[in-house]
């Protein structure tokens, strides 16, 4: 699976996934009784869609084979210094990770604030508006007192026009 | 007259204010690059659920016609197209914008676009109801491989590999089969987990593949300062010259934009790449293409414009991911997508066209009126607008079914939207798939029932034989296309090493 590995990380993941999905459908598939009311059943069409699956898998892993093979020079280049470094090293995609990771963080935290429950949406949602424009932003003050208002002003306006006009319900 | 009768409800003040709406956000959707017209009518679609079914349809579709044309005005002034069908305007709008012609660059592609937005427009009110009428003829097996065409289609289309696309499509398939099987009702492939019990519901699913797997996108890119160039708007309304000058590539572009857009599974992207190409290969001065050719605006503007009245077109299909997803807005309102929409809810079908033609007017005229503080929205930090579309899209998906699994199903989706866009897979057919997997499995079992399950009348009946041919030949065109350039370029690098030899 070496030719997976070279400048191919993302699709590799997306593979073993449609890998997985592909041999779940044909699992579950084998679950299900046999058709009562047409000749199809339930089983069929994911039956059907898992074993496609699984042929144009290994129609793109002969195809990536066949890539890696019929581009040796580029193999080459690849397992160069200057290739090696990772993607956006230099351009300022570090500072940009420890940022999504932020983002991140900070999202599950109000998710799972919400999931948990027992705060005040209308404030939790002030706090995270709040937070996540800090992070989004470069901090400057005049960008950080924009984050501040827009969170308050938010907060409160989705509040009022999804409960009082829209009439849904919201977490708490 | 049902049209006449529509055009008459549609100039009530509800609806013209929502039509007014629509295309306001469209616009500034549209401008703003990383979001789209797919996005908002995606988040606005929780909020059509406390609207009357019109309303709602004429609210989005106004949001589509708006969102196409709003993309011109950040290709020209930033050079960053706002949605996808404006990357053909980016290459003759910038540089005449460089070049101090940016007022006559937006005018030439509002003008372009309100063309492409009539003449399509035309055919969406002349063909709809004979096409509607034609395609309730359609059998089973006819409209099984019609969907089949379009997931084909788009496969071929999407940026990637058509290998790449069918596989991406099929994954939408599959998730779209979890949860009871609507013919018999067995639970499928929920794994005795409980939470899947219901399956996938659509609004989770669309919001996180398109919005929220954007926004990680966004966020893990450096956020770069944004300055507009060519700013100076001169030479701002277009001319009767302008008319004369650009009509004839302006109505021909839009004729390739409709029946783009009619075409199942392709979107205005690539109606405004063939309607580009096709110009540039008339003119008598192809080599201008590329430097800020006023023609080159004209083609990509009325063609991709076109493309969503073409689109809307009623086959049943959708022509594109906004139409997949409208297609989803008629489906959570309890209504019927497809040909059946004339029979059963004529008002919505023709409240719809109505709305199409009222919408490109106001699109006109916004864009006229708002083309600086359109730019201006354009270049708003994500900070401000990001963390508010993320609280849209929790309120929006856990009134669905006030409970928070759905919001985890949709984080999950934007993680598996965002690891496919790095893949480089494409979501839109990721999207059809998932819309277009239950009518399939129906008009596919509906036919094995219909005809004793054999298969054989998928050849023998003339429509779904020619669907299926016409499958074929767009599934294999692409390779017999490389096959043909690779032969091409094997020739002329024999011819060259040929000739030093003679010498």
């Known amino acids: 699976m070496n030719f997976l590995t070279k400048d191919r990380g993302g699709e590799a993941i997306c593979l073993l996934l449609l890998l997985a999905t592909g041999v779940a459908l044909l699992v579950g598939a084998a679950a299900l009784p046999?058709?009562?009311?047409?000749?199809?059943?339930?089983?069929?069409?994911?039956r059907y869609v898992g074993y496609l699956l699984l042929v144009l898998l290994a129609l793109r892993l002969v195809s990536l084979f066949r890539e890696s093979r019929a581009?040796?020079?580029?193999?080459?280049?690849?397992?160069?210094?200057?290739?090696?470094?990772?993607?956006?090293?230099?351009?300022?995609?570090?500072?940009?990770?420890?940022?999504?990771?932020?983002?991140?963080?900070?999202?599950?935290?109000?998710?799972?604030?919400?999931?948990?429950?027992?705060?005040?949406?209308?404030w939790l949602t002030l706090a995270f508006l709040a937070a996540l424009g800090a992070a989004m932003s470069d901090l400057?003050?005049?960008?950080?007192?924009?984050?501040?208002?827009?969170?308050?002003?938010?907060s409160f306006a989705l509040t009022y026009t999804f409960t009082d006009v829209l009439s849904v319900v919201l977490p708490e | 007259m049902p049209l006449l009768d529509a055009f008459v409800n549609v100039l009530a003040p509800a609806p013209m204010f929502f039509i007014f709406l629509g295309v306001l956000l469209g616009i500034v959707v549209g401008a703003i690059p990383g979001l789209g017209g797919a996005m908002l009518i995606a988040l606005l679609l929780p909020v059509t659920f406390y609207m009357d079914s019109v309303l709602a349809l004429m609210l989005l579709v106004s949001i589509y016609v708006g969102s196409v044309s709003g993309g011109l005005i950040t290709a020209i002034m930033l050079k960053?197209?706002?949605?996808?069908?404006?990357?053909?305007?980016?290459?003759?709008?910038?540089?005449?914008?460089?070049?101090?012609?940016?007022?006559?660059?937006?005018?030439?592609?509002?003008?372009?676009?309100?063309?492409?937005?009539?003449?399509?427009?035309?055919?969406?009110?002349?063909?709809?109801?004979?096409?509607?009428?034609?395609?309730?003829?359609f059998g089973p097996y006819e409209l099984f491989t019609l969907v089949l065409m379009a997931l084909v289609l788009i496969a071929t289309v999407a940026e990637g590999t058509l290998v790449k696309g069918l596989l991406i499509a099929l994954f939408g398939m599959a998730v779209a089969m979890v949860g009871p099987d609507a013919s018999s009702g067995v639970m499928r492939l929920t794994f005795g987990v409980d939470s899947f019990a219901g399956g996938f519901s659509l609004l989770p699913v669309l919001l996180g593949v398109f919005v929220i797997s954007q926004i990680i996108e966004d966020v893990l890119k450096k956020e770069l300062p944004i300055q507009q160039q060519g700013g100076r708007l001169t030479e701002f309304m277009p001319s009767a010259g302008d008319v004369r000058k650009h009509g004839p590539n302006a109505v021909r572009s839009s004729l390739i934009g409709t029946w783009i857009g009619v075409l199942p599974g392709v979107g205005s992207a690539i109606a405004a790449i063939v309607a580009y190409t096709t110009t540039k290969s008339?003119?008598?001065?192809?080599?201008?293409?590329?430097?800020?050719?006023?023609?080159?605006?004209?083609?990509?503007?009325?063609?991709?414009?076109?493309?969503?009245?073409?689109?809307?077109?009623p086959l049943g299909i959708p022509g594109s991911v906004i139409d997949a997803i409208l297609?989803?807005?008629?489906?959570?309102?309890?209504?019927?997508?497809?040909?059946?929409?004339?029979?059963?809810?004529?008002?919505?079908?023709?409240?719809?066209?109505?709305a199409a033609l009222v919408a490109n007017f106001l699109m006109a005229a916004l864009m006229f009126a708002g083309v600086r503080p359109i730019a201006r929205i354009a270049t708003i930090s994500r900070a401000y607008l990001f963390p508010t579309i993320i609280v849209c899209c929790v309120i929006g998906v856990y009134s669905l079914s006030n409970s928070m699994s759905s919001v985890w199903v949709m984080m999950v989706f934007g993680v598996l939207g965002f690891l496919f866009r790095r893949g480089g897979f494409p979501v839109g057919p990721f999207v059809l798939g998932y819309i277009l997997a239950p009518l399939a499995e129906k008009e596919l079992r509906s036919g094995l029932m219909l005809y004793d399950g054999s298969l054989m009348p998928l050849v023998t009946r003339p429509i779904s034989l020619f669907f299926i041919l016409l499958t074929l030949v767009l599934a294999l065109w692409p390779l017999v296309q490389a096959r043909i350039k690779a032969r091409q370029a094997t020739r002329s690098e024999g011819r060259q090493a040929a000739r030093p030899g003679r010498g």
């Open chain 1, 34 to 46: 046999e058709p009562m009311f047409d000749p199809l059943g339930p089983a069929g069409l994911p």
């Open chain 2, 282 to 313: 008339f003119s008598k001065h192809p080599e201008t293409f590329g430097t800020g050719e006023e023609a080159g605006i004209v083609a990509a503007e009325s063609s991709n414009n076109a493309s969503v009245n073409g689109a809307l077109i």
């Open chain 2, 80 to 137: 960053m197209p706002g949605t996808p069908s404006a990357v053909m305007t980016v290459l003759d709008g910038h540089p005449m914008a460089q070049q101090g012609r940016a007022g006559r660059a937006l005018s030439l592609g509002i003008m372009a676009s309100f063309v492409g937005g009539i003449v399509s427009w035309l055919f969406l009110a002349l063909l709809s109801p004979p096409l509607a009428d034609f395609a309730l003829k």
């Open chain 2, 327 to 354: 297609i989803g807005a008629l489906v959570i309102h309890n209504l019927q997508p497809g040909p059946l929409l004339f029979t059963n809810s004529p008002e919505i079908a023709y409240g719809v066209i109505a």
């Open chain 1, 71 to 122: 581009a040796p020079a580029a193999e080459a280049d690849a397992a160069s210094p200057e290739a090696r470094r990772p993607a956006g090293a230099g351009t300022g995609e570090g500072p940009q990770r420890l940022r999504f990771a932020l983002v991140a963080l900070i999202t599950l935290a109000y998710l799972t604030a919400l999931t948990v429950g027992g705060l005040s949406f209308t």
């Open chain 1, 140 to 154: 400057s003050a005049r960008k950080l007192i924009i984050v501040g208002v827009i969170a308050a002003v938010m």
